[in-house]
């Protein structure tokens, strides 16, 4: 049986990227930007990432990404600081 993780993230500074926490998952991750967000959430696998090289999550956004054998903690995101976003995965 795989495990379901489930967990909410909050930007921590405006603008620089910070990495997902530590949480294996064996097939993918969604992750949501709340409607009430102020700005989007830019999602990456770099930690130099910018809003030029990321996915841009608007606020209501989600995305479903495929992270087979992977761990969360290989995501990073930027946005501003305050807003948060939710991820759930398997």
């Given at each position: 049986?795989?495990?379901?993780?489930?967990?909410?993230?909050?930007?921590?500074?405006?603008?620089?990227?910070?990495?997902?926490?530590?949480?294996?998952?064996?097939?993918?991750?969604?992750?949501?930007a709340?409607?009430?967000?102020?700005?989007?959430?830019?999602?990456?696998?770099?930690?130099?990432?910018?809003?030029?090289?990321?996915?841009?999550?608007?606020?209501?956004?989600s995305?479903?990404l495929?992270?087979?054998?992977?761990?969360?903690?290989?995501?990073?995101?930027?946005?501003?600081?305050?807003?948060?976003?939710?991820?759930?995965?398997?």
């Amino acid at each position: 049986m795989t495990n379901l993780i489930a967990f909410q993230a909050t930007i921590a500074t405006t603008g620089a990227p910070q990495n997902l926490p530590d949480n294996p998952v064996v097939r993918s991750v969604t992750i949501n930007a709340p409607a009430t967000n102020s700005s989007a959430v830019v999602i990456g696998n770099v930690p130099d990432l910018t809003a030029d090289t990321g996915f841009i999550l608007d606020a209501g956004q989600s995305i479903t990404l495929a992270l087979p054998g992977g761990n969360t903690e290989a995501l990073w995101a930027i946005g501003t600081a305050g807003d948060v976003f939710s991820i759930v995965g398997t």
